[in-house]
């Protein structure tokens, strides 16, 4: 009788596999890795934004293991994704901070997924083309909370006591990271590489925790492509694992983002407006990164002229932040000091001015394409007549783009 009350408080304290406790955090994070990487290649990517198909073996065990970890449903996180992009930073928005307030995504971006979730005209609506097989209907969906008590049975069983608490941990793993952190903080702060129709930001350039999920911002500008990284600097672990199940034959990329192919400098015609709108927001990405330069100059000269401290430091520093945006995403708070940078310098007013005439070569619906090539002709003439050194550079790489 002792020797069978021993062996169930040994099983109590460490379970059948009577793990150390760095093995515990290695497999904690091994099997957290592993729901994160479910979430962005299987849920993500390949259902809610077909940017690659992933054969039968990773389809079905990435399902299986969802339903073990999250309980989550196929159709209704691809729904709401999908909901979330087509009504980005709107009231209808399931989880925007920008008008549900950064406090409430965070705290509860669980509780906004379970509400929409159970709105049917979300999920009729945005879950076409998800999985519907037998399995499907019959188990992960009918029987959703049953796989999550399933994985608290195993971890138990498997390490004892410390078995709960690595399942908790796994419970909170995809709401605290991806329900709070991406879709709060990966709306409200971080960097911007593309000037994408929302407040999208990319939160770190290496990020191993959350699957590539924090290049938000490339992902917002880029919906459809498999791959969110685009800097040289930048990685995306979730790009890594596809284009290894592609060597192996288990997936297929369907898309990437587009990238500006550029040759000789030649007239620009209709090859090289085709090249404008498709990378559209690369080639604006460009012309920020020129805008930037022109305020750094005027800070320069007004640092050597009044310093520091001068209100007009001030006013070209706010100039710099905020002058290469779309001007709804421009506070109204610094309308003011941008007008008057404008005002003082011709050449920063003539970059903005020109950024805007360049930009509705693609906003303009009523225009025909022979108007738009001779308008994108006269606006490199007139770039490349400016006497602006960054205008020049620009017009020229961009004579030389073609798609």
């Known amino acids: 009788m002792n020797d069978i009350l021993n062996a169930l408080i040994d099983w109590v304290g460490s379970g059948l596999l009577g793990f150390s406790f760095w093995q515990l955090v290695i497999y904690t994070l091994v099997v957290t890795h592993i729901t994160i990487a479910a979430v962005t290649i299987f849920l993500h990517r390949c259902q809610a934004h077909r940017a690659l198909d992933l054969g039968p073996i990773p389809s079905h065990f990435f399902r299986f ?59 009729a609506k945005y879950s076409r083309g998800t999985p519907d097989d037998w399995i499907e209907r019959n188990l992960y969906t009918r029987y959703s909370w049953q796989g999550v008590a399933l994985m608290l049975i195993i971890n138990v069983t498997l390490f004892g006591a410390a078995g709960a608490t690595i399942w908790a941990i796994q419970m909170a793993w995809i709401p605290i990271w991806a329900a709070g952190v991406i879709n709060g903080i990966g709306h409200y702060w971080g960097y911007r590489n593309f000037e994408a129709p929302d407040a999208s930001t990319n939160l770190t350039p ?63 015609d209709a090859r090289t407006l085709e090249a404008l709108i498709a990378n559209r927001y690369e080639v604006m990405a460009t012309y920020a990164r020129g805008l930037k330069a022109a305020c750094a100059a005027e800070l320069a000269k007004i640092q050597a002229e009044s310093g520091k401290h001068s209100e007009r430091f001030a006013q070209f520093k706010q100039a710099q932040r905020w002058l290469h945006r779309d001007e709804d995403r421009i506070p109204p708070a610094v309308h003011g000091d941008l007008a008057h940078a404008r005002a003082a310098s011709p050449v920063i007013d003539k970059l903005v001015t020109m950024r805007e005439e360049l930009r509705q070569m693609w906003t303009r619906t009523n225009v025909s394409a022979e108007q738009l090539v001779a308008d994108l002709q006269a606006w490199c003439r007139r770039a490349e007549e400016s006497g602006i050194a960054e205008l020049q550079a620009f017009s020229m790489r961009l004579r030389a783009a073609h798609a």
């Open 65 to 123: 293991w969802l339903w073990l970890t999250t309980g989550m449903v196929t159709r209704e996180w691809v729904a709401i994704h999908r909901k979330h992009h087509a009504k980005c930073e709107t009231e209808e928005d399931p989880h925007s901070p920008q008008t549900r307030g950064l406090k409430k995504v965070l705290a509860e971006g669980a509780e906004l997924y379970r509400a929409e979730a159970k709105n049917a005209e979300t999920i």
């Open 206 to 268: 290496w990020t191993l925790i959350v699957g590539g999920e924090e290049l938000h911002n490339n992902h917002h500008t880029y919906p459809t492509s498999a791959k969110f990284s685009v800097k040289p600097y930048e990685f995306d672990i979730g790009w890594m694992y596809i284009r290894g199940l592609e060597m192996l034959g288990m997936a297929k990329v369907r898309k990437t983002a587009p990238k500006l192919s550029l040759g000789e400098i030649k007239p620009a």
